[in-house]
């Protein structure tokens, strides 16, 4: 599963995953954290949205963390 931030204003935090595609575009899960309050969304985003916010930095994957070698 692939975990997306928003760029958003500051002291608010919104992350997506990815939960399934087809052919119209993806069902996600959006969170939003702010102020101490945590609300989670499940919602659909088409494709053509999808680019739109990718090629202009809306959102941007989340690389996952690294693994520890002890």
Same mark, same amino acid.
């Given at each position: 599963?692939k $975990?997306?931030?928003?760029?958003?204003?500051?002291?608010?935090?919104?992350?997506?995953?990815?939960?399934?595609?087809?052919?119209?575009?993806? &069902?996600? $899960?959006?969170?939003?954290?702010? &102020?101490?309050?945590?609300?989670?969304?499940?919602e659909?985003?088409?494709?053509?949205?999808?680019?739109?916010?990718?090629?202009?930095?809306?959102?941007f994957?989340?690389?996952?963390?690294?693994?520890?070698?002890?």
């Amino acid at each position: 599963m692939k $975990r997306y931030c928003i760029r958003s204003r500051e002291g608010k935090i919104e992350y997506f995953d990815i939960i399934s595609e087809n052919e119209e575009g993806y &069902h996600i $899960r959006l969170t939003r954290l702010f &102020h101490g309050n945590k609300k989670t969304f499940d919602e659909s985003m088409s494709h053509y949205l999808f680019d739109i916010c990718i090629k202009t930095g809306y959102i941007f994957e989340l690389e996952p963390a690294a693994a520890t070698v002890a």
